[in-house]
Protein backbone atom coordinates (compact mmCIF):
# COMPACT_ATOMS: atom_id res chain seq x y z
CA UNK A 1 0.00 0.00 0.00
CA UNK A 2 2.89 2.55 1.01
CA UNK A 3 4.44 1.84 -2.85
CA UNK A 4 1.27 2.69 -3.99
CA UNK A 5 0.96 5.99 -2.31
CA UNK A 6 4.88 6.81 -3.28
CA UNK A 7 4.03 5.72 -6.85
CA UNK A 8 0.92 8.26 -7.14
CA UNK A 9 3.28 11.38 -5.04
CA UNK A 10 5.73 10.94 -7.84
CA UNK A 11 3.23 11.78 -10.62
CA UNK A 12 2.08 15.31 -8.54
CA UNK A 13 3.22 17.73 -10.45
CA UNK A 14 2.79 20.63 -13.39
CA UNK A 15 1.14 19.24 -16.60
CA UNK A 16 0.41 20.88 -19.55
CA UNK A 17 -3.46 19.74 -20.85
CA UNK A 18 -4.73 19.21 -24.10
CA UNK A 19 -8.16 17.88 -25.82
CA UNK A 20 -8.55 15.12 -27.98
CA UNK A 21 -12.05 14.09 -29.24
CA UNK A 22 -14.20 15.11 -26.10
CA UNK A 23 -11.63 13.77 -23.90
CA UNK A 24 -8.63 15.48 -21.76
CA UNK A 25 -5.15 14.62 -21.35
CA UNK A 26 -2.41 15.54 -19.75
CA UNK A 27 1.72 15.83 -20.34
CA UNK A 28 4.33 16.32 -17.62
CA UNK A 29 5.33 20.17 -18.44
CA UNK A 30 9.18 19.20 -17.90
CA UNK A 31 8.73 16.62 -21.32
CA UNK A 32 6.85 19.61 -23.40
CA UNK A 33 10.10 21.95 -25.02
CA UNK A 34 7.64 24.11 -26.89
CA UNK A 35 4.00 24.63 -28.41
CA UNK A 36 3.46 25.39 -32.55
CA UNK A 37 0.83 26.39 -34.71
CA UNK A 38 0.80 23.26 -37.97
CA UNK A 39 3.02 24.00 -40.05
CA UNK A 40 3.61 21.96 -43.10
CA UNK A 41 4.23 18.65 -42.61
CA UNK A 42 6.24 16.75 -45.37
CA UNK A 43 5.54 13.08 -45.58
CA UNK A 44 7.62 9.94 -45.29
CA UNK A 45 6.74 7.27 -47.15
CA UNK A 46 6.61 3.86 -45.29
CA UNK A 47 5.85 4.59 -41.93
CA UNK A 48 2.76 4.08 -39.78
CA UNK A 49 -0.40 6.05 -40.21
CA UNK A 50 -0.25 8.40 -37.58
CA UNK A 51 3.10 9.63 -38.36
CA UNK A 52 2.20 12.26 -40.62
CA UNK A 53 6.28 12.96 -41.53
CA UNK A 54 8.52 15.87 -40.37
CA UNK A 55 9.06 19.44 -40.38
CA UNK A 56 11.44 21.72 -40.61
CA UNK A 57 11.69 23.90 -37.06
CA UNK A 58 14.28 26.35 -36.84
CA UNK A 59 16.80 23.91 -39.22
CA UNK A 60 15.99 21.24 -37.26
CA UNK A 61 13.95 18.11 -38.50
CA UNK A 62 11.26 16.68 -36.03
CA UNK A 63 9.12 13.72 -36.73
CA UNK A 64 5.63 14.48 -36.24
CA UNK A 65 2.52 11.96 -34.96
CA UNK A 66 -0.91 12.58 -34.94
CA UNK A 67 -1.97 11.10 -31.63
CA UNK A 68 -5.72 10.96 -32.27
CA UNK A 69 -4.65 8.16 -35.10
CA UNK A 70 -1.99 6.71 -32.63
CA UNK A 71 -4.81 6.58 -30.42
CA UNK A 72 -7.13 5.05 -33.01
CA UNK A 73 -9.60 7.92 -32.27
CA UNK A 74 -11.15 8.91 -35.57
CA UNK A 75 -9.34 11.32 -37.70
CA UNK A 76 -10.81 15.25 -38.26
CA UNK A 77 -9.77 18.18 -40.19
CA UNK A 78 -7.30 20.49 -38.86
CA UNK A 79 -8.75 23.67 -37.05
CA UNK A 80 -6.84 26.60 -36.44
CA UNK A 81 -6.77 25.74 -32.36
CA UNK A 82 -5.24 22.02 -33.97
CA UNK A 83 -1.65 22.70 -32.80
CA UNK A 84 1.77 20.28 -32.67
CA UNK A 85 3.15 19.69 -29.18
CA UNK A 86 7.15 19.63 -29.33
CA UNK A 87 8.23 16.90 -26.59
CA UNK A 88 11.64 15.42 -25.48
CA UNK A 89 11.07 11.93 -25.11
CA UNK A 90 13.55 9.25 -24.74
CA UNK A 91 15.00 7.20 -27.46
CA UNK A 92 17.33 4.34 -28.17
CA UNK A 93 20.04 7.16 -29.07
CA UNK A 94 19.28 9.29 -26.33
CA UNK A 95 16.76 11.97 -25.78
CA UNK A 96 14.31 12.92 -29.43
CA UNK A 97 11.88 15.41 -29.85
CA UNK A 98 9.06 14.45 -31.62
CA UNK A 99 5.70 16.43 -32.75
CA UNK A 100 2.52 15.49 -31.55
CA UNK A 101 -0.66 16.75 -33.11
CA UNK A 102 -3.86 17.38 -30.52
CA UNK A 103 -6.61 18.95 -30.95
CA UNK A 104 -6.03 21.83 -29.12
CA UNK A 105 -3.90 22.93 -25.99
CA UNK A 106 -6.00 23.67 -22.44
CA UNK A 107 -3.62 24.88 -19.82
CA UNK A 108 -0.74 24.48 -17.29
CA UNK A 109 -2.75 22.72 -14.49
CA UNK A 110 -0.55 21.69 -10.93
CA UNK A 111 -2.00 18.53 -10.02
CA UNK A 112 -1.70 17.37 -6.63
CA UNK A 113 -0.91 13.42 -5.62
CA UNK A 114 -4.66 13.43 -3.82
CA UNK A 115 -6.13 14.24 -7.37
CA UNK A 116 -4.25 11.21 -9.33
CA UNK A 117 -5.43 7.80 -9.21
CA UNK A 118 -3.76 4.91 -10.84
CA UNK A 119 -4.85 4.28 -14.43
CA UNK A 120 -7.46 1.10 -14.01
CA UNK A 121 -6.99 -2.12 -15.20
CA UNK A 122 -8.43 -3.33 -18.24
CA UNK A 123 -7.25 -6.62 -17.92
CA UNK A 124 -4.32 -8.35 -19.68
CA UNK A 125 -5.19 -7.56 -23.58
CA UNK A 126 -4.91 -3.95 -23.35
CA UNK A 127 -2.10 -2.12 -23.47
CA UNK A 128 -2.04 0.72 -20.89
CA UNK A 129 1.60 1.56 -19.93
CA UNK A 130 1.29 4.64 -21.50
CA UNK A 131 -0.94 6.19 -18.86
CA UNK A 132 0.36 7.44 -16.04
CA UNK A 133 -2.37 8.05 -13.80
CA UNK A 134 -6.15 9.54 -14.03
CA UNK A 135 -6.22 13.17 -12.37
CA UNK A 136 -9.94 13.96 -11.19
CA UNK A 137 -10.16 18.24 -11.22
CA UNK A 138 -13.51 19.89 -11.06
CA UNK A 139 -15.57 16.77 -11.47
CA UNK A 140 -13.47 15.56 -14.31
CA UNK A 141 -11.33 13.01 -15.33
CA UNK A 142 -7.53 13.72 -17.29
CA UNK A 143 -5.71 10.80 -18.51
CA UNK A 144 -1.90 11.59 -17.59
CA UNK A 145 0.19 10.04 -20.34
CA UNK A 146 3.63 8.80 -19.90
CA UNK A 147 5.18 10.34 -23.06
CA UNK A 148 8.07 8.37 -23.11
CA UNK A 149 5.67 5.35 -23.42
CA UNK A 150 3.27 6.24 -25.57
CA UNK A 151 5.30 4.43 -28.87
CA UNK A 152 6.60 1.42 -28.68
CA UNK A 153 10.44 0.93 -28.82
CA UNK A 154 10.48 -0.57 -32.78
CA UNK A 155 7.79 2.97 -33.41
CA UNK A 156 10.51 4.98 -31.63
CA UNK A 157 13.51 3.64 -33.18
CA UNK A 158 11.34 4.72 -36.40
CA UNK A 159 10.79 7.97 -35.02
CA UNK A 160 14.89 7.88 -34.53
CA UNK A 161 16.09 7.19 -37.87
CA UNK A 162 13.58 9.78 -38.98
CA UNK A 163 15.52 12.84 -37.11
Not at 39 to 59: D, H, M, Q, S, Y
Not at 88 to 93: F, M, Y
Amino acid sequence: MEELAQAVDQKEGKYLTFTLADEEYGIGILKVKEIIGMLPVTAVPKTPEFVKGVINLRGKVIPVIDLRLRFAIEARTYSDRTCIIVVEVEGQSGQVLIGIVVDAVSEVLNIASEEIELAPAFGTRLNTDYILGMAKIDGRVKILLDIDRVLSTGEMAQLDALS
